[in-house]
């Protein structure tokens, strides 16, 4: 099965355009950031690497691009998937105002948010308004590589890439009809392209073109050395990507688009370390207090690898939180429930070792115990199941969940066990 759909290209004037099979397979959710991706692929003349001179928000074309980025963020507020963590937001809202140039637009206002999602992606609204997947933080090693991903998303933004490559399109309203008859015949597309509307869905086409892709690498790792840090961290940015590719065996994730691919952006970067940025090693990394500011989103994004059954993922992530994080009962829990779900051999046993410690280390701690239970009753050990499942509601007498304990229970007392 071929990794994209070609949208009409009948309507199109026999040019290509992609939407990644990655997009549909994403949560429902996800599907909304269409608004604010903007990132489009469109023409054989490349829009030229000069910025838009024109003042901000005086022609209609953008005034339109920015209602649609605002209904987006509506979206996004209102869904639920932004990660709640003030001291977070704050930290790496005091980064990119490190990053932001001086001579930037006072109507451009840059913010940053997390999305609770696994994977490897960042999105930038033109206003400004960036959004950053708990996936990529996850991984990250340092303040270095946050940096650098952040000033490629704030290059998009301040080279008014959405408007500049929008202006490129020859025929709009083709374009958009296009756009919209396609996803709405996918699966799981259908109501978000009523949603969005021909404005918004066209937004889903999949990256942008190759000159504005290097432009944003170019002036985002301007940004960066601008504000001391390590321009190499943002290489080991791509290394994770590409790890993740291999994982999820797909040819390109869409976080930085189809176009250039993964491997050209990688050399674009190469190429201007070995040139105009030789020698700049020992930059600002800021590792420690990075990783002790983000092992919330490690441990959250964890649990979300898990939900989904990415449990090699899952584990790697607990493992790297609690090299950080000593004595957490809650993530050998985790760790208990990766192995527990996972189910090969010698599971079920390396989880009940991470329960039990997990209860040395919190002892009121009622989740161990019913995962214990469940355990003990699905190899037959009914007695030992029973009295897991009582103590576990005996430390949580008002569990969300406390019917499905009852229940186990009397299957226990019903099987002689009782």
């Known amino acids: ?236 940015l791509f290394e994770h990507l590409q790890k993740e590719i291999e994982y999820e065996q797909i040819k390109e994730p869409y976080v930085f688009g189809t176009h250039p691919t993964v491997s050209a952006r990688m050399n674009t970067i190469k190429a201007l370390l070995e040139t105009k940025y030789k020698g700049k090693h020992g930059g600002i990394k800021n590792t420690e207090i990075f990783l002790s500011k983000l092992n919330p989103v490690i441990l959250e994004n964890a649990r979300l690898d898990l939900r989904i059954g990415r449990f090699a993922m899952a584990q790697k992530g607990v493992e790297k939180y609690l090299r950080a994080v000593k004595g957490d009962a809650r993530a050998y829990y985790l760790m208990g429930e990766i192995l527990r779900q996972r189910g090969q051999e010698n599971d079920a046993q390396m989880a009940v070792f991470y329960y039990n410690k997990a209860i040395s280390i919190d002892p009121s701690y009622s989740e161990p115990h019913k995962a214990i239970g469940l355990i003990h009753f699905k190899e037959g050990q009914k007695a030992l199941a029973k009295r897991f499942f009582e103590s576990c509601l005996l430390l949580a007498p008002d569990a969300p969940d406390k019917a499905y304990i009852q229940g186990y229970i009397q299957q226990c007392v019903n099987d002689g066990e009782g």
Not at 15 to 33: C, D, K, T
Not at 84 to 113: C, E, H, W
């Open 1 to 236: 099965m071929t990794d994209y759909l070609i949208i009409n290209p009948q309507i199109v004037k026999e040019r290509y355009y992609l939407v990644p099979r990655f997009i549909i397979r994403s949560a429902f959710w996800s599907l909304l950031l269409l608004p604010g991706l903007l990132f489009l692929t469109f023409g054989c003349a490349a829009p030229k690497l000069v910025p838009v001179k024109e003042e901000l928000l005086v022609s209609e074309d953008e005034k339109m691009i920015w209602r649609e980025s605002l209904k987006g963020q509506d979206t996004f507020n209102a869904s639920g998937v932004i990660l709640k963590n003030t001291m977070l937001t704050d930290y790496l809202g005091r980064i990119v105002r490190n990053l932001q140039p001086a001579d930037l637009p006072a109507k451009l206002s840059f913010k940053v948010f997390v999305l609770k999602d696994t994977h490897l992606n960042a999105i930038a609204f033109p206003n400004g308004t960036i959004y950053v997947h708990t996936g990529l933080l996850a991984r990250m090693d340092n303040e270095a590589q946050f940096a650098a991903l952040i000033a490629h998303e704030m290059a998009h933004c301040s080279q008014r890439h959405a408007l500049r490559a929008f202006r490129n399109i020859k025929d709009k309203n083709a374009f958009m009809a296009s756009v919209q008859h396609t996803l709405a015949g996918l699966p799981m597309v259908q109501e978000v392209a009523q949603f969005l509307g021909s404005a918004g869905s066209m937004v889903a086409v999949a990256g942008y073109t190759r000159a504005l892709e290097a432009e944003a690498d170019i002036v985002g790792l301007d940004y960066v050395v601008m504000a001391d840090y390590d321009p190499y961290e943002g290489l080991r």
